[in-house]
Structure formats: structure tokens, C-alpha cells
């Protein structure tokens, strides 16, 4: 019993706040640290540029046929989830601007073994979907070879095997091009990741404008054909298309003046993205009829193509889904590599992940790991599948952030905070139930995948990481890592 207890004891052991923030201010053995020169409009634009495509660009042939036109207010559902869990996080990040995103909070909220189980969503939720949005590239990159130059990879070199392929080559080669650029020192600057940002959002209002010349309101019925169950359906897959809320988190040792720049670059790029989304998924369903949605591959560019009967709205449209769906990919890696540096940090992780190439600033080790599983994950798993592994890993992740912002109000009511939850404890309240019945609608076959994702990451901590934390006095002593990776702005 007492062992038990002593388990018990270390699995629940938290980081302080003040160990946190001065971890984040700290100078490494190098004398180097993240330097913060990121503002609100820098670290808006990550937001958005993060979250604008990695899903609006095909979610609507995944989602649709779930739930028919009323895939409109799963679109709904999923942004007031993510409304919700963007108000938790605008709190949690302006009281601990660190690199590791949910997983710090949680730490310090509820214990070692919640936050190291946190991260593994974290770490589902960015591998995942830099997976997911790396086949939909390869679906934008074949439409445009078809339209401009005639040629088509052949499907048993561009989709899954489960999809009657071999390999998805041209997402394997995406996330191999997006490696190379990050190991190599590559940093997108505050003017480049805007023109990425306005790239994107000003070819999604080019669909909005064309297509809205082609809106039927007929094609919106029969409204519900799969009644509620359906709309929950597709609201979980959906939930998807905001993983990049998170990423914002993830440069909170980059950020000036991060209690205040943080919660509202989060808060803007959230409203941002939502009337984007509302906008494409209504304009696409008035332009085609529900019925034509499923399966259909770079279904934007072909709704333009029917609208228009020319080639060149498409065109336009797909390069830009390529350009901005390749940006994705390396801001979700480099979040992902930023929320690994931060466990391998705090030693739960073996410190090849906090290793810094001296001569780049690049977490090479790191970064080539993750990318590598990344590349397997979209070469060899359908899309759908992805998508559902993306949603139940950052819904997840969402709701304990929510229960840390609880947490911590009751541990540490005088706790300074640049932003503070509106409506508390409501809103963290209704972001976790809302959380949680988005989960309730994922498959079975997801569930599945993602327990068994969970028990080998309960597995790796019990067996390597609880002995390794920096916490745990009779293991081995601290030891400060190595220097720190270059920021990516």
C-alpha cells in the first residue's frame, strides 16, 4: 500500500509556476535563449497561417457526407468548442508563457504523469495533423499538374494502402522538404508568414465571392438527411480544422510581453478563422449539392471549375492551397518540436529532443525524429483516419487545459494573470462538456487507436520517464540542457 502511495505520490508531483517562468527566462549552458520578438501581429499571423488549411482545404468531402447541409452547424458546434477552449487558453498562456503549450499548464495544474499523457495528445495532435494536411497537398499538387500541364501521379504512388495505393509519395515528400528548410536554420519572418496569411485567406475569399455566383439555396435540402447524430459526427471531424489555435502556445518563450500578446493574438486569430470557415463551408454548399461532396479530392478547386467553367479560378485556387498547405506543415512541425524540447527539458524525454545543433539552432535530432514519423503517418494512413486521430487528440488536450484553468483558480487564486476567463467557472465548464461530446462522436476504430496511443505513453513514462523527471530527487541531478532552438520567427 505504501508503494502505491509512494507511485501515486511521484506520478502526481507538479512543476511551480515560478519553476516554470524561470525556466522560460533562464540562459542555457551556452548563454543562448528563445529570443522574444514576437507582438501580437506576429504571433496572430502564426495563429492563423497554422490553422487556415489544415482542413478547410478538403474537411468539406470528409464532413459532408456525415452530416449533409447541416454540416453548416457542425461548423457551428465546432467553432464554439474551439471559442471555448481559445478563452482557457488565452488564460493559461498569459499566467505561463513556456514552450510547452498545454502541457506546462497541466503540470503545474494537476501533476507529472496527466502532463506527460497531455503531451502525447500534443504530440498525436501536431504529428497527426501534419500527416493530414500532407495528404491533402499531395491532392491540390496532382489537380494542378492536371489542369496546367496534363499529368496525374498514378494512385498507386499518391493514396494510402488502405485507399488502393502503395504510398502517398507527394506527402512523404512534403514533410521531407518542410524537415529540410527547419534543419537548416530557416526561419519565417514577420513579413513572410504575413504574405503566406493573406495568401491564404485572400484565396479562400476569391472562392467565397466566385462561388457565391453559383449559390443555390435547393442544395440545402433535406437539411439533416442523418439527423443530429450525424452533425455531432462531423463537427468532432471539423474540430480538426482549429488545431492551430494551439500553436500560438507553443512560442510563449518567443513572445513580447506575452501576458498581454499571447491571449489576444489567440482570441484574433480564432475570430479570424471562424468567419473564414462559415464563409467557405456556406458558399461550397449553396455552389454543389451535398450528395457530390464525398470522396472528392481538391474539392474547392473543382467547385470553381463548375462554377466558372475555366480553368484559371482553379488554378488559382489550388497553387495557392500548395503554397499555404506547405507553411502549415512547417509551423506545425516547428510547434511540435517546441512542445518535445519542452518535455525533454523537464527530462521525461531523452535530451536528443532539448539538443541543439550549435552551428543551426536547430533541434536537428528532434526535428528529424518527428518528421520521420510524420512521413510515415502520410504515406501510409487514409485521410479520415487522420482527421479523427487530429480531433480526439486536440479535444483531449482542449479539455484538460480547461480543468487546469479550474485548477489553478482554486490552487492559486492570486496567481498573475494578463487575461482572465470570462464567466468562470462556466466557460472552462462548458469548453470540457463540449469537449467531451465532440470525443462522443468520433468511431469506435479512433477510440481504439487513440487508447492504445495512450497506454504506450503510460508505459514509456512509468518506465523511463518518472525515474528521469528533474523532479524526482533520488533519480539523478538537473542538469541544464544544452542550447536552446532558434525561433522560427
Known amino acids: 500500500m505504501s508503494m502505491l502511495s509512494e507511485y501515486g505520490g511521484q506520478m502526481l508531483r507538479r512543476k511551480s509556476v515560478d519553476a516554470l517562468r524561470a525556466m522560460a527566462l533562464a540562459e542555457t549552458g551556452g548563454g543562448a535563449r528563445l529570443k522574444r520578438s514576437l507582438g501580437v501581429t506576429r504571433l496572430t499571423m502564426i495563429g492563423i497561417s497554422s490553422t487556415i488549411g489544415t482542413g478547410i482545404f478538403f474537411?468539406?468531402?470528409?464532413?459532408?457526407?456525415?452530416?449533409?447541409?447541416?454540416?453548416?452547424?457542425?461548423?457551428?458546434?465546432?467553432?464554439?468548442?474551439?471559442?471555448?477552449?481559445?478563452?482557457?487558453?488565452?488564460?493559461?498562456?498569459?499566467?505561463?508563457?513556456?514552450?510547452?503549450?498545454?502541457?506546462?499548464?497541466?503540470?503545474?495544474?494537476?501533476?507529472?504523469?496527466?502532463?506527460?499523457?497531455?503531451?502525447?495528445?500534443?504530440?498525436l495532435e501536431y504529428g497527426v495533423s501534419i500527416s493530414a494536411v500532407s495528404v491533402t497537398w499531395g491532392q491540390y499538387l496532382n489537380r494542378l499538374g492536371d489542369d496546367l500541364f496534363g499529368l496525374h501521379l498514378p494512385h498507386v504512388l499518391s493514396a494510402a494502402p488502405a485507399e488502393?495505393?502503395?504510398?502517398?509519395?507527394?506527402?512523404?515528400?512534403?514533410?521531407?522538404?518542410?524537415?529540410?528548410?527547419?534543419?537548416?536554420?530557416?526561419?519565417?519572418?514577420?513579413?513572410?508568414?504575413?504574405?503566406?496569411?493573406?495568401?491564404?485567406?485572400?484565396?479562400?475569399?476569391?472562392?467565397?465571392?466566385?462561388?457565391?455566383?453559383?449559390?443555390?439555396?435547393?442544395?440545402?435540402?433535406?437539411?439533416?438527411?442523418?439527423?443530429?447524430?450525424?452533425?455531432?459526427?462531423?463537427?468532432?471531424?471539423?474540430?480538426?480544422?482549429?488545431?492551430?489555435?494551439?500553436?500560438?502556445?507553443?512560442?510563449?518563450?518567443?513572445?513580447?510581453?506575452?501576458?498581454?500578446?499571447?491571449?489576444?493574438?489567440?482570441?484574433?486569430?480564432?475570430?479570424?478563422?471562424?468567419?473564414?470557415?462559415?464563409?467557405?463551408?456556406?458558399?461550397?454548399?449553396?455552389?454543389?449539392?451535398?450528395?457530390?461532396?464525398?470522396?472528392?479530392?481538391?474539392?474547392?478547386?473543382?467547385?470553381?471549375?463548375?462554377?466558372?467553367?475555366?480553368?484559371?479560378?482553379s488554378v488559382i485556387l489550388t497553387a495557392g492551397a500548395i503554397i499555404s498547405i506547405f507553411s502549415i506543415v512547417l509551423v506545425l512541425l516547428y510547434s511540435q518540436t517546441r512542445v518535445a524540447y519542452a518535455v525533454s527539458r523537464d527530462g521525461l524525454l531523452p535530451s536528443l529532443f532539448s539538443r541543439v545543433d550549435p552551428r543551426t539552432g536547430v533541434p536537428s535530432s528532434n526535428t528529424i525524429t518527428l518528421a520521420a514519423l510524420a512521413a510515415l503517418l502520410s504515406g501510409f494512413l487514409p485521410l479520415g483516419m487522420l482527421a479523427e486521430l487530429v480531433s480526439v487528440g486536440t479535444l483531449s488536450a482542449f479539455t484538460m487545459a480547461a480543468l487546469s484553468v479550474i485548477v489553478l483558480r482554486v490552487r492559486q487564486p492570486d496567481l498573475p494573470r494578463g487575461f482572465r476567463t470570462p464567466l468562470y467557472p462556466l466557460t472552462p465548464l462548458a469548453s470540457m462538456a463540449l469537449c467531451l461530446y465532440l470525443l462522443a462522436g468520433l468511431a469506435p476504430l479512433t477510440w481504439s487507436l487513440f487508447g492504445l496511443w495512450l497506454v504506450a505513453a503510460a508505459m514509456v513514462y512509468v518506465f523511463y520517464s518518472m525515474r528521469r523527471s528533474h523532479l524526482c530527487p533520488d533519480c539523478r541531478t538537473w542538469e541544464k540542457p544544452g542550447p536552446r532552438a532558434a525561433p522560427l520567427g
Open 59 to 123: 474537411i468539406l468531402g470528409v464532413a459532408t457526407p456525415l452530416a449533409g447541409p447541416a454540416v453548416v452547424i457542425s461548423f457551428v458546434i465546432a467553432g464554439l468548442a474551439a471559442a471555448l477552449s481559445a478563452l482557457c487558453y488565452a488564460e493559461l498562456v498569459s499566467a505561463l508563457p513556456t514552450a510547452g503549450s498545454a502541457y506546462s499548464a497541466v503540470y503545474a495544474a494537476l501533476g507529472e504523469a496527466p502532463a506527460f499523457l497531455v503531451a502525447a495528445c500534443l504530440f
Open 164 to 313: 488502393g495505393g502503395l504510398v502517398n509519395l507527394p506527402a512523404v515528400a512534403l514533410v521531407g522538404l518542410a524537415t529540410l528548410l527547419l534543419l537548416r536554420g530557416a526561419r519565417e519572418s514577420a513579413t513572410v508568414n504575413a504574405i503566406m496569411v493573406l495568401l491564404k485567406v485572400g484565396v479562400l475569399i476569391m472562392f467565397i465571392v466566385v462561388g457565391a455566383t453559383a449559390f443555390n439555396a435547393g442544395n440545402f435540402h433535406p437539411f439533416m438527411p442523418h439527423g443530429v447524430s450525424g452533425i455531432g459526427a462531423a463537427a468532432a471531424l471539423i474540430f480538426f480544422t482549429y488545431v492551430g489555435i494551439d500553436s500560438v502556445a507553443t512560442a510563449g518563450e518567443e513572445a513580447i510581453n506575452p501576458h498581454r500578446t499571447l491571449p489576444l493574438a489567440t482570441m484574433i486569430a480564432f475570430i479570424v478563422v471562424t468567419c473564414v470557415y462559415l464563409g467557405v463551408a456556406i458558399v461550397a454548399l449553396g455552389a454543389q449539392p451535398a450528395a457530390e461532396f464525398g470522396g472528392q479530392e481538391a474539392g474547392l478547386a473543382v467547385i470553381l471549375y463548375k462554377v466558372t467553367q475555366a480553368r484559371w479560378p
